[in-house]
């Protein structure tokens, strides 16, 4: 059992990279191709300090990659089944709530906008 209790506890981990709605813009705006640090902070208006506390996390869960040039930092994610329950998860959600009901333009653009491009 105390083996199962270590992977019931790295899974609540990897859950918890979740429950922050900041972590989940930050996925959103890397679905879309690898970007520098700048560009996150500008596409989702957040502070540097803010936006690098949470790629950092994301970082050493293994969920995001990064890589220097220069004096620009630049991420991208590498790790598809976050996407993909982040995906599942985001758009059952919003399917349950009157705003977006099943089958409209915005949870479809949400569906289509959590899958990773390469």
Do not use: W
């Not at 918890?16 to 970007?35: A, D, Q, V, W, Y």
């Not at 099943?102 to 653009?109: D, N, P, T």
């Amino acid at each position: 059992m105390d083996e199962l209790n270590k992977v019931f506890e790295n899974v609540a981990e990897y859950f918890g990279l979740l429950s922050e709605p900041t972590r989940l813009k930050i996925l959103h705006c890397l679905c879309r191709g690898e970007k520098p640090v700048n560009e996150v902070v500008e596409a989702l208006g957040l502070t540097q300090a803010n936006t690098s506390r949470h790629l950092n996390l994301l970082y050493r869960a293994g969920v995001v990659d990064r890589r220097r040039s220069g004096s620009q930092v630049f991420y991208r994610i590498v790790d598809p089944n976050f996407v993909d329950l982040c995906r599942t998860v985001c758009v059952t959600v919003a399917s349950r709530t009157s705003a977006m009901p099943a089958g409209s333009e915005s949870l479809l653009r949400l569906e289509n906008d959590l899958k990773i491009h390469r």
